[in-house]
C-alpha cells in the first residue's frame, strides 16, 4: 500500500528471528510493551500479500492490530470512544 507502514516494520518494534519463529516487541502507541510471536512462513506470507486473520488465526485481533498500526485496545477506545459514555 502506498503511504502505509506495518508497524511492526518499523524502528519502534524489535523482530527476532529463532529457529521458525518471528518475534515482535516494543511498545504499544499507549505505552504498554507487547511480545507477539508468530511462524517465519506465516509472517513471509502475509507479507507477500496474504490475508492477516488467515496467516494468524491465533492472534487476537488486538495482538493483529498492534502488528498494522501499533495500537492496542486501550489506544484504539481512546481514539474512537464508543457513544455509550
Known amino acids: 500500500m502506498i503511504g502505509f507502514e506495518r508497524y511492526c516494520l518499523s524502528d519502534k ?4 528471528v529463532d529457529d521458525e519463529n518471528l518475534t515482535f516487541s516494543g511498545y504499544t502507541m499507549s505505552a504498554k510493551p507487547f511480545s507477539i510471536t508468530v511462524k517465519l512462513s506465516a509472517a513471509n506470507e502475509w507479507l507477500n500479500g496474504g490475508y492477516m486473520q488467515e496467516c494468524f488465526p491465533h ?3 488486538e495482538q493483529r492490530e498492534i502488528l498494522l498500526s501499533g495500537n492496542d485496545d486501550e489506544s ?3 481514539m474512537f470512544p464508543s ?3
Open 13 to 16: 518494534v524489535t523482530r527476532t
Open 59 to 61: 492472534l487476537t485481533a
Open 76 to 78: 484504539w477506545n481512546n
Open 83 to 85: 457513544e455509550e459514555e
